[in-house]
């Protein structure tokens, strides 16, 4: 579908004016103001990250993992939530407690609304990364920022989406090693970590992983494209 297609399907106002705004370099979803994710309608604003496809794919491989290791009630948290996306998707599938993280205090607003509006229930903490969180998981998730910041993206992206949402430091590494660091503090014995991970990180990701997780297995799944896109780890 074409994005003034798009926005003749889902958008509700003056038609002529979405499309000026998006003749201007406005992502559709903005201007229409909601996604479809997983079959749930997240409502997004220049606050946060447009959900993407890539990430539904981490979600439905997460789900499959999870539903293959526990059979309880599991705790979650989902590191970097932006809309919310993620930890709402995992509250309506999966018998668990869901925890959700950001920086941003405008996208936990966002977040928090759509978790309302999809009927979850989840805590949801603005704090670095799992800065004083004390609980323990069984599941870890995050889709961090991860793009180095000398990569060039798209004008689109770039002028629209937060960049707090994006970059990140030490070749685009830096979220997923600062996860590792110190995750023992907050996992339970028996685990999953799930990650969305750029293209080229995965071999300098397990690196990362044999550091400060030795004991555990990773294992590297490739999105619909071919690319090197999520990253599991268990024990
Ligand atoms: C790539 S977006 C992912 C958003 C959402 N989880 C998704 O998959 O669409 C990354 C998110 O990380 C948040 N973020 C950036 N730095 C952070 C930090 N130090 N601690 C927690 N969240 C952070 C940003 O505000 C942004 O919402």
Do not use: H, W
């Amino acid at each position: 579908m074409t994005d003034i297609e798009y926005l003749k399907k889902y958008y509700n106002g003056n038609i002529e004016d979405a499309i000026k705004r998006l003749e201007n370099g406005e992502p559709v979803q903005y201007i229409v103001g909601n996604v479809d994710f997983m079959g749930n309608i997240i409502n997004v604003n220049p606050s946060v990250l447009i959900p993407r496809f890539e990430t539904e794919e981490l979600v439905s491989e997460t789900i499959k993992r999870i539903k293959s290791t526990f059979n309880t009630k599991i705790d979650i948290l989902d590191l970097c939530t932006g809309s919310g996306c993620i930890a709402i998707s995992l509250a309506k599938e999966i018998d668990s407690n869901v925890t959700a993280t950001d920086i941003s205090k405008d996208a936990l607003e966002v977040a928090k609304n759509n978790s309302k509006l999809n009927n979850t229930n989840i805590t949801f903490i603005n704090t670095d990364l799992y800065t004083g969180i004390n609980n323990k998981y069984d599941v870890i998730i995050s889709n961090p920022p991860y793009i180095s910041k000398d990569e060039e993206i798209m004008d689109i992206v770039y002028k629209n989406e937060p960049n707090i949402a994006l970059y990140a430091d030490n070749d685009g590494l830096e979220f997923y090693e600062r996860i590792l660091k110190d995750i023992k503090s907050i996992i339970k014995d028996k685990y999953i970590i799930a990650f969305e991970i750029g293209m080229t990180q995965y071999d300098r990701i397990k690196s990362l992983k044999e550091l400060y997780l030795p004991e555990a297995s990773i294992e590297c799944k490739k999105d619909l494209q071919g690319r090197d896109r999520m990253v599991f780890i268990y024990n």
